[in-house]
């Protein structure tokens, strides 16, 4: 089975021969060195010069809620980009904790734009929370327009790139983002189960370091603290994290931009070559980590179809279930398992 969804995702072979390891005991300062190895490094991949990067060990949506529990109270009010269902995510996280929140609904296949963001008064916020890349319908968000708008009005910037990380253009300290939320099944093509949050200095001593905790295993200060000495409060997935600090040299090895522009070479290859086919791509910008295909009706004929055939694509959820299907551009593929699954869509009759 060939795995063309957002994650998990085709793993590496260095990260499959990996799994049979005999795991550490982690609170050794060999361990440390590992976490600060990771820090580092993901600090300099998401251009980020003064701050933290922690492990959480729970899938993305656990980073999502630790910054939402640990950042904001019932007295702040956030604005969500709600562009599907990541976005309602953030939105359901902000109702369980109680925290005050408008969205700005975009129902597929509506792009954010600049005219959304105009019809708001800003100054009633303290933060936008966005998903870079909304992965439930493939529309990328444009960074630059939200910053300037976070800008205007002096807000916070909370930004989920679980799947934008490594497939598109990050900057933390140019675009002006406060917190960003990394997971280890997407592009970093690794085993579910563990999350990282990069957060800005300025951010943490301000939003979270003077806050008492309501949560525990979410807390970030003890994370924080605890990450001074490279540890983590609570065993870590630790098959994991020596999996990422492998991926990490990898790529620093590779280049991570290389990295960014194969994925994007696999997008702009498969994207060319259904245009032969009675498919819609939404005219939103895309992230080069899936393209959407709209098919009226025929999305889970075709799931089902190329399942069978050793094709795994991404199926939808909710209204978009019947319609929309989404082909994964993250982890071991190669333009010729692309080939393969074109020729299988043929054989479908698109
Ligand atoms: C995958 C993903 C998540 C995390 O979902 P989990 O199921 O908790 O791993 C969060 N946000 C986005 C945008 C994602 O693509």
Redesign the pocket.
Same mark, same amino acid.
């Given at each position: 089975m060939k795995l063309f969804t957002?994650?998990p995702v085709e793993m590496y072979e260095r990260t499959k021969q990996q799994a049979s390891r005999q795991l550490p005991y982690f609170r050794t300062i060999e361990f440390s060195h590992t976490m600060f190895s990771i820090q580092e490094r993901l600090k300099t991949f998401v251009q980020l010069a003064n701050g933290y990067v922690v492990p959480i060990t729970g @899938?993305?949506?656990?980073a999502?809620e630790a910054v939402c529990a640990c950042s904001f109270r019932s007295h702040h009010r956030v604005l969500i980009i709600n562009g599907g269902s990541?976005g309602e995510?953030f939105s359901s996280i902000c109702d369980c904790y109680h925290i005050p929140h408008d969205d700005i609904l975009l129902p597929y296949p509506q792009p954010l734009q600049q005219s959304d963001l105009d019809a708001i008064d800003g100054s009633k916020y303290d933060a936008i929370l966005v998903?870079l890349?909304?992965?439930s319908t493939g529309q990328l968000y444009n960074m630059r327009m939200l910053t300037a708008f976070a800008q205007k009005y002096h807000l916070y910037i909370i930004v989920?790139a679980? @799947?934008a990380f490594i497939a598109d253009d990050i900057q933390m300290d140019h675009d002006a983002i406060d917190v960003l939320i990394l @997971?280890s099944?997407?592009a970093l093509a690794l085993a579910?189960g563990l999350s990282m949050i990069a957060i800005q200095e300025r951010f943490y001593q301000k939003m979270i370091e003077p806050k008492e905790d309501i949560c525990q295993y979410l807390s970030i200060k003890l994370h924080v603290a605890n990450m001074k000495r490279g540890q983590t409060p609570f065993t870590p997935a630790v098959g994991i994290l020596l999996d990422l600090e492998d991926r990490l040299t990898q790529l620093e090895h590779d280049g991570f931009l290389l990295e960014q522009q194969v994925i994007r070479e696999r997008a702009m290859y498969f994207r060319n070559r259904i245009k032969a086919f009675q498919v819609n791509i939404p005219s939103f910008p895309l992230s080069n980590a899936l393209t959407p295909i709209y098919i009226e009706n025929r999305a889970e004929g075709l799931f089902h179809y190329l399942k069978d055939k050793g094709f795994m694509l991404t199926p939808s959820g909710g209204a978009l279930q019947p319609h929309l299907l989404r082909v994964g551009h993250l982890g071991n593929l190669q333009l010729k398992d692309y080939d393969e699954l074109i020729q299988a869509m043929e054989e479908y009759g698109l």
């Open positions: 957002v994650g @899938s993305g949506t656990a999502m990541f995510r998903n890349h909304e992965t989920d679980i @799947s @997971s099944q997407k579910p």
